[in-house]
Each structure stands twice: as C-alpha cells, then as structure tokens.
C-alpha cells in the first residue's frame, strides 16, 4: 500500500508495458463485479431448488436481495466521501470471498435456509457497494479515450461471470451430486471454490490494481452532504417525472415474474408440470446457449439504436422484448423431452430479451442526461432494481397456485402494463443515433 501513486499527467495506456495497464485489471475488475450478483440472483434460486424449499419461499425470500441494489443510491455518498475506491474495491472483494466460504458452511446446518440467505443478504450489500467502487475506479484511473476503449472489454468479462456462474457452476454443482454426493455437499463444493477463486481476485487487485493521484478521500471540510440531497430534489423535480417512474417499475414487470420461476421450471419433474432437466443441461441450455443468445441480442440492440435511433427502435425492440415469452408457454403445455429443442426455444426468449433491454437501458440514459448524469443514472437502476424485487416476491406463490401452464399464460398478459408505459414515454427524435463521421 506504500507504492508511489500515478501521476495524473502521465496515465497508463492500454500499450503500456506497466503491469498495472489496463489488461492487467479491467478484465478482472468486471469479472469480479459480475460474478456475486450472479450468484445472489441466480445460484441462490437453483441451489434452494435442489435443496428441496419451495417456488414460493425461493421467489419472496431471493426477491429480497434485490433490496441492497434497489437502495444503492442512498449510501453511494459514503464511497466518494470515505477512503479511497481502490481501498473498496479490495476490501470488498475480500468480503465476498469471506461470505461465500460462509455460505458453504451454513449448507449442512440444520436451518441452513434461513443462515445462508443471511449471508446473501451481507453479500448483496458488498456487491452493490463493490459496483460503485468498480465504476468509479474505471473512471478515475483511465483516460477517456481509454474508458472508451475498454468499454465492451468491461461488458464481455461481466457477460463471462454471467455465463460461468449460470452455465460453469450449474454444470458442476450437478457433476458432484452425479459422483454420489448429497445435494448439500455438491452446493459447498461450488461455493468452496468461488470463495478461493474470489480471495485469489481480491490479492490479485490489491497487486495490480493502479494507485491514481486522483483516487484520494475527500478531505472532511470538503464533504458537503447538502450536495448530496440537491441531486436527489434534481431528479425528482425532472418533467414527466410519473410516466418516467412508470416505465422504469413496469416495463420488467413480465420479465420479473419469469425470471424467478424459469429455473425451477427447467428442473421441475414432469408431473409438477417442469420439464425435468439436470443441473448439467439446465447449465448448458439455459446457462450458456441462453446467455450467449442473450449477449448477441444485447449487440444487436445497441446496433440497432445507435443506426436509427431509440425512438424508431422502441416499439420493434419492446415487443422482440415480450413476444418471445410465448416459448415458455408452449414448453409448458408441450414439455419437449428434446434438449436441443427447449436450448433452442430458450435461445430465441433470451436474444429477444436481449433486443429489449438495450431501449430500456438508452431509456434511462435519456433519464439522466444533465449534470447530476451518473447519481441520476444510479437512481434509475435503482427504481429498475425495485421493479424487478416487488413483482418476483409474490411471482412463486402465483405460480403455486396457477401451475406453470397459466402462470406463464399471466406472464403474457402482464405484458400490457409495460406496453401501456411504453406508449406513455417521450422520446427526442434521434436520440441515440450515431451522427455520420462521429
């Protein structure tokens, strides 16, 4: 901790021979950013699938760790005031590590649900602080032609974290149960190894991340907290501020209830209505063929803006976003016993998804241009983070009582709240159009 920082007038280059430039962290950084929300999302709802505890208790108690990015906001003034980014970065990523080998302790207890989403909990919130910390330090330790540069560098390795928790570690929780062990035991292998994997990130970075001058804590007499609540009343004095918050909790509303419910419905066997695939194939169709549909459909999407624009783009892109959710409807009512058929029905809902989700997130974009753009941009996650808690908590209960076939037969129907926001929004013609020779 006692290395001389870089100078601000001589930043590292993505050519610089430094061990600190930024293909010695970049890739890493955003691994590490993924890789726990990945696991508090999505490993959680699998995990307590194979451990036997009910849709209805995995959708309301999982939803709830959506609540520390839902609140992001309100305590981000704490990593610009206190210490330095570098200084969260390491220190949380420790933490992380810390809770997952907790986590792998609590599996053979006997109230192992309640402890392990307890540990969840404090990993959700070192998360969502870590994604301050990470975003911050991008932007205080690169130049700007860099943080261009590195921009889909930081979107791949975030991607990759997605698809090597959702599709690696699936994989392998179902490879050690296959090996004769209990379901338990398979669960603490994966998060044994996430927490070594997660320590190793944290020792990495406390090396090689880079100590810019920049990067320092704001000096106490400086700390204004009366700035603080100015970029709040700013975006809440925005026009049109009530079809903004609308669309921002709405347009997920189908996508919310989905999601916590797609997984178990993979796994489900046949007479519960599910389609009765392993942890391997889960990994495989709906962990990586899913997930790279997912990516390619995101690329497209901004492609797809950037040539026209988000106000032409919208419609054709929200109902590639909603229309593809019939699939799980027809799984539900056919269950296909081909693999190769649900990973291609699962390919096409999820590159849809893809598509839609890129003029949701040029939306809150346009949110947030002004001079508070990033605590505004924070705000809009956080009002999506909301959007996406609320409807999932109640969605395994829903389920519960409708079954898969007319609970994914509600998810159609849950469509019009998002299309009717849709409708409602305002978007500046060219918006998000790429100027010829920019």
Known sequence: MSAA?????????????????????????????????????????????????????????????????????????????????????????????????????????????????????????????????????????????????????????????????????????????????SWALAWQGVMAVLAGAFLLLAAWHLWRLPRPAIDAPVPPAERRWATFFEIFRAFFRKPGLAVTLGFLLLYRFPEAQLLKLATPFLLDPLDQGGLALSNKEVGLAYGTIGLIALTLGGLLGGWIISRVGLRRALWPLVLAMHLPNVVFLAMAWAHPGSLAL????????????????????????????????????????????????????????????????????????ATIPSLVMTALIRIPEGFGRKEPGA
């Open 342 to 413: 649900i990973s291609a029905a699962l390919a096409v809902e999820q590159f849809g998804y893809g598509l839609g989700f890129t003029a949701y997130l040029m939306y809150m974009v346009l949110v947030a241009e002004g001079p508070h753009k990033t605590a505004h941009y924070a705000i809009c996650t956080g009002f999506m983070a909301l959007g996406m808690m609320l409807p999932g908590m109640w969605s395994g209960w829903l389920q519960d009582q409708l079954g898969y076939l007319h609970f994914f037969g509600w998810v159609l129907l």
């Open 5 to 181: 920082p870089v100078s601000p007038a001589s930043p590292v280059t993505p050519a610089s021979p430094s061990p600190r430039g930024p293909w010695a962290w970049v890739p890493t950084l955003y691994f590490a950013q993924g890789m726990p929300y990945v696991v508090v999302m999505t490993l959680s709802v699998i995990m307590y699938k194979n451990l036997e505890i009910s849709n209805t208790d995995i959708a309301l108690y999982t939803s709830w760790l959506y609540l520390p990015w839902v609140i992001k906001p309100l305590w981000s003034p704490l990593v610009e005031l206190l210490g330095t980014k570098r200084l969260w970065i390491v220190t949380l990523q420790f933490a992380v590590g810390a809770a997952l080998a907790m986590v792998a302790l609590t599996l053979p207890m006997e109230r192992f649900f309640q402890l392990s989403l307890a540990v969840f909990w404090l990993m959700a919130f070192a998360s969502a602080s870590h994604d301050i910390a990470a975003d911050g330090f991008y932007l205080l330790a690169l130049e700007k032609h860099q943080q261009a540069a590195f921009v889909g560098v930081r979107s791949t390795f975030y991607r990759v974290a997605n698809i090597g928790g959702q599709g690696g570690l699936v994989w392998l929780a179902g490879e050690l149960h296959d090996r004769g062990g």
